[in-house]
């Protein structure tokens, strides 16, 4: 019999913390591209953290980046504070036995999709390998929520699957730039167990997606998160799912929330 050749849909972090935090919301987001332009404020807090990606990315390249810096006040304070924060991590290696690559791009097929990521600065010598990643808004998360995040899980996930590293010599170490006073960051080593674990939670929840688009294929919806659940109360879809806010709740939706702020990419992949 003659296999047919499937087509993978890509996924990346963003997409899978939506689709965990309410299918429903994934569907009318990714199926349907219902998503409303961001409010004006968003828009420059992700225009101005796509520039520090950028500037990251050429200083990595070894590219000048003085005019950038001469023309914008704020991306000057933040590479300050991180070049005093952080000294080793814009230190280029000295030796050639050191990987170091800005804006690099993995991807890794589970079940029929295709998981992509995008790590800020990879680092990796024949000891281990660190993923880095700016986050430039100015409050760190708590590190629980952060560590749930798939950004966090599929990140380290994906690296442990397409390289030779055993999870134990993988880290991932986020840094936020814009914290007050000086910049800070949250480390998360990781572990054998813990990459059990996100197979498991990850394959579950691929699991799901399947039947849920083969299901939406019969013109039956994504599933919603219960009645009464807090996720209703900042969601943008509030109206067409029949869960109105009050007034005073809908305030909160004019605030970003960490899934729509977290991810800032120079390589679109959606
Ligand atoms: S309003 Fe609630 S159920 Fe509807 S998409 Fe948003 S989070 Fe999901």
Redesign the pocket.
């Known amino acids: 019999m003659l296999s047919t050749p499937t087509q993978l849909l890509r996924l990346s972090q963003g997409q899978l913390n939506l689709l965990e935090?309410?299918p429903?919301?994934f569907q009318?987001t990714y199926l349907e591209k219902l998503n409303s332009p961001s409010n004006p404020e968003q828009e420059e807090r992700l225009t101005l953290g796509s520039r520090f990606h950028l500037l990251m990315q050429q200083r990595e390249m070894g590219l000048p980046i003085d005019s950038f810096l001469e023309a914008d006040a704020q991306l000057q304070s933040w590479m300050l504070g991180f070049a005093d924060a952080a000294p080793e991590i814009l230190m280029t290696a000295s030796d050639n036995q050191t990987f170091r690559e800005s804006e690099h791009y993995r991807t890794l097929q589970v079940q029929n999709y295709l998981l992509t990521v995008v790590y800020d600065l990879l680092i990796a010598d024949n000891q281990q390998a660190q993923i880095l990643d700016w986050k430039t808004y100015p409050k760190p998360p708590n590190k629980r929520k952060l560590e749930s995040n798939w950004q966090t899980r599929l990140y380290l996930y994906v690296l442990a699957e397409t390289s030779d590293y055993l999870p134990e010599k993988i880290s991932m170490t986020y840094w936020f730039v814009q914290s007050e006073g000086k910049p800070q960051n949250i480390k998360f080593n990781y572990s054998t167990v813990q990459h059990t674990q996100t197979a498991k939670k990850l394959n579950q929840l691929l699991s799901q997606l399947t039947n849920w688009l083969e299901n939406y294929q019969n013109n039956q919806q994504f599933p919603?998160?219960v009645e009464g659940?807090k996720?209703?109360d900042y969601?943008q879809?509030?109206k067409?799912?029949d869960?109105i806010q009050s007034t005073e709740e809908a305030v909160k939706d004019s605030l970003p929330n960490f899934d729509s702020i977290q991810e800032v990419s120079l390589n679109p992949i959606h």
Do not use: I, P
Request: overall charge positive.
């Open positions: 935090a309410c429903r919301k009318h919603q998160v659940s996720t209703c969601c879809f509030a067409r799912c869960r």
